[in-house]
């Protein structure tokens, strides 16, 4: 199961309807493949979905539902995997920060398993090779000539072998890519607290999908509070029932002090630095989880519509 090659397929059928998606096929001096997704062009819903899902490694299966009025009026975005250790964290998670002259951006996709030096893929056990790869940046700009080179050298891959695509967070696109990571969210919190990731079977996520904000500082703002104060997840796991009894109260957002606040007022904190914010925050409002043997279902977590509606509006 080649990550990068299934995320390549999804990644073919949105090239293979660009113009009805609104985004741009571009190929950079280094022969680098760029897709537009909402920089310079529109993007939409439509291109969101594609992306969120090529993020996954097209293991994963976004949509738009309607949304739960009592946080906000509109759609929600949900995203349902049975493979969530390879989606979600071999792919999905933001783990690559990538930056240039004038030029920076978080990276996901699963580029990051053929590149493999985080952390993280030693614990998990998904590093891969591949001739050709696929990653995914939440950045305001088009990446430059030396970035396209820079990541095909990280990956080992020769520079018309690398397909990048970009939205920023204060697009459409990009909301909904961001807003689809709840899954991950939870996944991340479970393994950065101790917990076995690999007794995870399937996974659920909800959350609202925010207006589009009118720069990218606010809709990083919007997006995480979507997923902090509004997302819901829903886990099938395997094990024994104690375990998750004291694991579950750990896997909220409400589990971090920084937990309360609008996100662009803790980011303007800690000096618009993620790494710098408690890594404990980065989880959705409320985790369910199911155990497939015992057949127990426990509930951690509340959602918070003040903090929903103070981000939305502002």
């Not at 493979?83 to 920076?104: D, L």
């Not at 920023?168 to 890519?177: C, D, H, M, R, V």
């Amino acid at each position: 199961m080649n990550l990068n090659r299934l995320a390549l397929a999804r990644c073919e059928q949105m090239v293979n309807r660009a113009t009805e998606l609104h985004i741009a096929v571009l190929r950079d001096e280094t022969g680098a493949r760029i897709i537009d997704c909402g920089v310079h062009v529109p993007g939409g819903l439509e291109a969101g979905i594609g992306l969120a899902e090529v993020c996954m490694a097209g293991l994963g299966r976004v949509d738009l539902v309607p949304g739960n009025r009592d946080l906000w009026p509109g759609p929600a975005v949900t995203v349902r995997t049975d493979q969530p250790v390879a989606s979600c964290m071999a792919s999905q998670y933001a783990g690559w920060q990538i930056a240039g002259e004038n030029f920076f951006a978080m990276g996901s996709g699963p580029m990051r398993a053929v590149r493999g030096r985080e952390e993280l893929f030693e614990q998990i056990g998904r590093k891969e090779s591949a001739d050709a790869v696929v990653g995914i940046l939440e950045a305001g700009k088009l990446p430059h000539e030396d970035v396209c080179h820079h990541v095909a050298l990280e990956c080992g891959v020769e520079p018309e072998k690398l397909t990048l695509m970009v939205a920023p967070t204060s697009s459409l696109a990009g909301s909904i890519q961001v807003v689809a990571r709840t899954i991950e969210t939870a996944l991340h919190k479970l393994h950065e607290v101790g917990f076995d990731i690999h007794r995870v079977r399937s996974g659920f996520g909800v959350a609202p999908l925010p207006p589009v904000a009118g720069d990218d500082l606010a809709g990083i703002g919007r997006t995480n509070d979507a997923v902090l104060y509004g997302g819901e997840v829903t886990l099938w796991v395997t094990g024994d029932d104690d375990s998750l009894r004291e694991f579950g109260p750990r896997i909220p957002s409400s589990a971090s002090p920084d937990h309360g606040q609008p996100f662009a007022e803790i980011f303007a904190r800690y000096d618009r630095d993620f790494y710098k914010i408690d890594p404990l925050l980065f989880s959705p409002a409320r985790v369910i989880l199911n155990n497939v043997e015992t057949g127990t279902s426990m509930q951690f977590g509340e959602f918070d519509p003040q903090v929903i509606h103070e981000s939305f509006t502002s």
